[in-house]
Each structure stands twice: as structure tokens, then as C-alpha cells.
């Protein structure tokens, strides 16, 4: 597994490294460089509801460095043909994230952080200390491993950007909670109590 930023620290203008504490803490999972805008702009929106901290984290498979069955590694190198390799992968995500944060309004620096290699190993990591995770509904191989490892292992409370996005709708205008009594269902309610406190209306939903 590899940990490394790509940028030199001189290049890293409006970008923090580290995280300050105390305050909710929000990591932006970018496998995908089709879906990274999207989830930068529902990351950076999050971010400014409870005035917390934000991370974009690229998480993707290197068949050099994970740990995987020889066809899983192979399945891997296939991919380079038609989305070039690990490396260029990250080129490409970094360059949307480059893109989106000069043009982002919002002052408040941002931290960058690459993981590839072994993507379980990487989210483990990479998103431990997050209160939450945003991550894409879907995308290319690595989009889609990220997603149903933070949905079914990860425990953590994530937010998936909508499938159409609608400009007249802002975030946390409306928050609607599925509910029934369930110790899963109270745990995510709790996680999310700093935006369900930052929401304008909350509807309960609960089907008998």
C-alpha cells in the first residue's frame, strides 16, 4: 500500500495536510474522476453546515502494491488499457480536484491525501477518524469497490450525492430521517445530529 501526497509543499497553496481537531471532520472519497465534482461540492457544502474540516481522499487499487488472488491483480492490469494505470488514475483525479479548488469561493483550507494499493486497507485508514464520508453512488471499479466497502464493513455514516441535482434546492433544506427501531437506525441518527441540528426541516418516515 502507498500513502503519499503528489504535490510538493510548495505547490500545496490552500491546502492543509493536517486536520484541525475538535470539530466534525468530513472526508471526500474521490475514486472516480467523472464523480469528484459532485462530491466536492456535497463534501464542501457539509463542511460549511457544521463548520468542520475537509479532506479529498483518492482511494484506488495499484496491482503493484495490494493484496488480492492472482486474477483480481490481473483484472487490475486489464484496466490500464482503457483508464491508464494506478498512477495516472491519481493524475487524474488530483487534476479535478486542482480544477475545483481554485475556483471554490469558500477560504477554508483543504486537505489532499492519496492511498492506493489494497482499497479496504486504504479506506480503513484514510477515513477512520471521519465523522463523515462522502462517497459516489457509482463510477469505474475502484467507485464502485469504495461504495460497498464504507456501506457494508466501514460502519461509517456516509452521504452519496443525489442523482440529479436540483439548483433550486439547497443543502439541509429539507432532511428526511427513515426510521424504525433499530440500533443501526439510532447510531446514524446520533452520528448525524450536527447536520440534523443545522437542517431547516426534518420529516420523519417511518412505514408500518
Known amino acids: 500500500m502507498t500513502l503519499y501526497d503528489s504535490v510538493p509543499s510548495s505547490e500545496n497553496a490552500g491546502i492543509e495536510e493536517e486536520a484541525a481537531g475538535g470539530v466534525p471532520k468530513i472526508a471526500v472519497v474521490l ?3 467523472i464523480t469528484a465534482r459532485a462530491c466536492l461540492d456535497l463534501g464542501d457544502a457539509a ?11 483518492h482511494i484506488g487499487a495499484d496491482p503493484t502494491s495490494m493484496l488480492a488472488s492472482a486474477e483480481e491483480i490481473d483484472i487490475q492490469f ?8 494506478a498512477k495516472e488514475r491519481v493524475a487524474q483525479v488530483r ?34 477518524d471521519a465523522d463523515l464520508v462522502v462517497v459516489p453512488r ?5 467507485a464502485r469497490d469504495v461504495v460497498h466497502g ?11 450525492p443525489p442523482y440529479r441535482q436540483q439548483r433550486d434546492v439547497s443543502f439541509l433544506d429539507h432532511v428526511a430521517i427513515g426510521w424504525k427501531p433499530d440500533d443501526r437506525i439510532e447510531r446514524a441518527v446520533r452520528a448525524a445530529s450536527p447536520w440534523l441540528k443545522a437542517a431547516r426541516q ?3 418516515i417511518c412505514v408500518d
Open 31 to 33: 475514486p472516480d474522476p
Open 202 to 204: 426534518i420529516t420523519v
Open 47 to 57: 463542511t460549511l453546515a457544521v463548520g468542520g474540516t475537509l479532506a479529498a481522499v
Open 78 to 85: 486489464l484496466r490500464e488499457r482503457y483508464e491508464g494505470t
Open 150 to 160: 464504507l456501506l457494508f464493513r466501514s460502519h461509517k455514516l456516509c452521504l452519496l
Open 138 to 142: 457509482t463510477g469505474n471499479m475502484d
Open 95 to 128: 487534476s479535478v480536484f486542482d480544477e475545483w479548488l481554485s475556483n471554490r469561493r469558500e477560504s477554508s483550507p483543504v486537505c489532499w491525501r492519496d492511498c492506493s494499493g489494497d482499497i479496504d486497507q486504504c479506506l480503513d485508514s484514510e477515513t477512520r
